[in-house]
């Protein structure tokens, strides 16, 4: 084919970055259902564990938080803990594994643009996440009756926050040398955050200093933001939930995009 | 005149200080089957690196087929192909779906990439296996996957870096046919290698580089030209006790069935062989001593000048 033909073929094909976009997407789609017991059942596991014991179990004696009884309580958070978890590692590993794998470079060879990349990554983080947290949001229908108040807030508090965490996977992605640099941040920073960002616990019950220092805690407006919109109640302003949410991923996206722009970790 | 390829003042230089590019100048005509050669460390790699964006250069410009890799990104990689010398492509991934990748990475939707996937498939040998993960094809047919794969936007520009490493004669020279009759389609090939009788069969200009600089850039047969001395080793009929005397050439006899004689630009292999006839001595076969690109690489590379 000449170079003439195949100029006039690539403009007949649409946008070149609406196809790479979709591609990225779908590889991204398939990676994470082809590897399901990996990342699907295991939070479906974790979670019913979590209903059983904390919910079922316990939360029979603690009886009531914030006006609902406490299996009612941890649902939200619960949910939204398998939204962080799943959007970030997904991103995280699967950029560290095209990046180890050196495929990475298939992208880099290629006409697409940067953001694309980070958009194609990010939208694969999000349906990781939204399949997530479908799963156990079905699961915890057996252990709870969730009647929705606000389905605005849940929706857009759900892909807000897995659009901020997958960024925030990607970063942590690109940064990572070695298997054991993408499971740090997960183990040491997100799960300890998101067990005192308010999952299991009102912070109201929180003496006030420490209550001021956990509204420094990023996940506490995702969990109360998200319990808004399932139960109607919330330790902190709707507004501020949203600001917070907003403002870090409009950040973390200035620094994803700069990153590949600069070419940290993946060029020389 | 446009160019596939045009390199002005490239340097590079890595964070530890290494100057791998010392500003390099080179341009490689459109249609052409050129050899970019060099030892390890020379500088090809990194070169190479440049174009297709996976190294960041510290100066200079380079435009493929016309087009600037820094101002027109996204059409100079449109006209790019890269095959490098490692196995970059998912292993966990099937065949078929790794062109089907690479096509739409390029902005070429899966219908239209079906019908061209299959035709560089069934053309290198890779048809029957599209269903298998990557990982389970051997390492000649990875190699020609990674032909596939850079070829799968149809390229204008097509750069191998050391394509045949590692492959058997057989689908060496079958690599060659293919690669000829790509270039005779109207693909610019750029190769770079370490068989040096590869670059000498295939390729028409050569460009020697070493310790970040070019040394040489010129047409094949013009560098070989250049060639001062070529060692010719002479299979004889029957076996000779001493070295026969011929005035003006220096003969060794490695052992009593083989004759080397080494013959200087501008004389005559017919006085060899008159004055081997006039010794009673009897040629069956004959054949240089080295590949003569290699004889001239190692001379330029190693500062032995002959």
Redesign the interface.
């Given at each position: 084919?000449?170079?003439a033909n195949?100029e006039e073929?690539?403009t007949d094909?649409?946008?070149?970055?609406w196809?790479?976009y979709?591609?990225?997407v779908?590889?991204e789609v398939r990676r994470f259902t082809r590897i399901w017991v990996q990342t699907m059942i295991p939070p479906a596991i974790t979670m019913t564990l979590y209903f059983i014991i904390f919910g079922s179990l316990i939360g029979r004696r603690i009886g009531e938080m914030g006006g609902f009884d406490y299996m009612a309580y941890i649902v939200p958070g619960l949910i939204m803990m398998s939204v962080i978890t799943n959007s970030y590692a997904n991103v995280s590993s699967s950029f560290f594994g095209?990046k180890f794998?050196?495929?990475i470079?298939?992208?880099?060879?290629?006409?697409?643009?940067n953001q694309t990349i980070l958009l194609g990554y990010v939208t694969g983080g999000v349906a990781r996440a939204v399949f997530v947290g479908i799963i156990v949001t079905i699961l915890s229908l057996f252990f709870t009756h969730l009647a929705i108040h606000n389905i605005l807030a849940v929706v857009s508090i759900t892909l807000l926050t897995a659009v901020l965490f997958s960024l925030l996977g990607f970063i942590n992605g690109v940064y990572a040398k070695r298997f054991d640099d993408v499971s740090i941040v997960p183990t040491f920073v997100l799960t300890p955050l998101t067990y005192l960002g308010g999952v299991f616990f009102s912070i109201d019950l929180l003496p006030d200093f420490w209550a001021g220092v956990a509204q420094l805690n990023p996940i506490l407006y995702v969990v109360n933001a998200f319990r808004f919109g399932i139960l109607g109640v919330s330790d902190i302003s709707l507004g501020w939930a949203y600001g917070i949410l907003i403002s870090m991923t409009v950040v973390a996206y200035v620094i994803a995009v700069r990153l590949l722009a600069n070419?940290a970790g993946?060029?020389? | 005149m446009s160019y596939a390829l045009e390199i002005n003042s490239l340097k590079k230089t890595?964070d530890n200080g290494f100057e791998a590019l010392k500003g390099i100048d080179l341009t490689v005509e459109k249609g052409d089957f050129f050899a970019l050669l060099g030892p390890n460390g020379a500088g090809k790699s990194t070169t190479i690196?440049i174009l297709?964006?996976?190294?960041?250069k510290s100066s200079g410009s380079v435009k493929v087929?016309g087009y600037d890799i820094d101002h027109d990104?996204?059409?100079a990689?449109?006209?790019?192909g890269?095959v490098?010398q490692?196995f970059?492509?998912?292993?966990f991934e099937k065949t078929q779906n790794?062109l089907?990748?690479?096509a739409?990475?390029?902005?070429?939707?899966r219908a239209?990439a079906t019908p061209r996937i299959e035709h560089y498939l069934k053309r290198l040998g890779l048809w029957d296996k599209r269903d298998n993960p990557s990982r389970a094809l051997s390492g000649g047919m990875k190699r020609r996957l990674l032909i596939a794969?850079a070829l799968v936007?149809?390229p204008?520009l097509l750069i191998l870096d050391e394509p045949t490493a590692g492959v058997d004669i057989e689908l060496r020279r079958g690599m060659w046919d293919f690669l000829t009759e790509i270039n005779n389609q109207?693909t610019t090939i750029i190769l770079t290698t370490h068989y040096l009788e590869e670059a000498e069969a295939l390729c028409r200009n050569v460009s020697i580089i070493n310790h970040g600089e070019i040394i040489a850039n010129s047409s094949t047969r013009d560098l070989l030209a250049s060639l001062h001395t070529v060692t010719f080793v002479c299979d004889l009929a029957a076996p000779i006790d001493s070295v026969p005397v011929i005035e003006g050439y220096e003969c060794a006899l490695p052992d009593a069935m083989t004759l080397e004689v080494e013959v200087d630009k501008g004389q005559s292999l017919n006085e060899v062989f008159a004055a081997l006839s006039a010794h009673q001595v009897s040629v069956t076969s004959m054949r240089t001593k080295t590949n003569r690109l290699e004889e001239l690489f190692v001379s330029m590379t190693s500062g032995d000048s002959k």
């Open positions: 084919m000449s170079l195949y073929k690539a094909f649409g946008n070149p970055n196809v790479a979709q591609t990225i779908r590889t095209a794998g050196k495929f470079e298939e992208m880099l060879v290629s006409p697409i643009s070419g993946v060029r020389s | 890595y690196g297709c964006s996976l190294v960041n087929m990104f996204g059409m990689k449109r006209h790019l890269v490098p490692e970059n492509f998912n292993q790794i089907i990748n690479t739409g990475y390029h902005g070429i939707p239209e794969r936007h149809q204008d109207g």
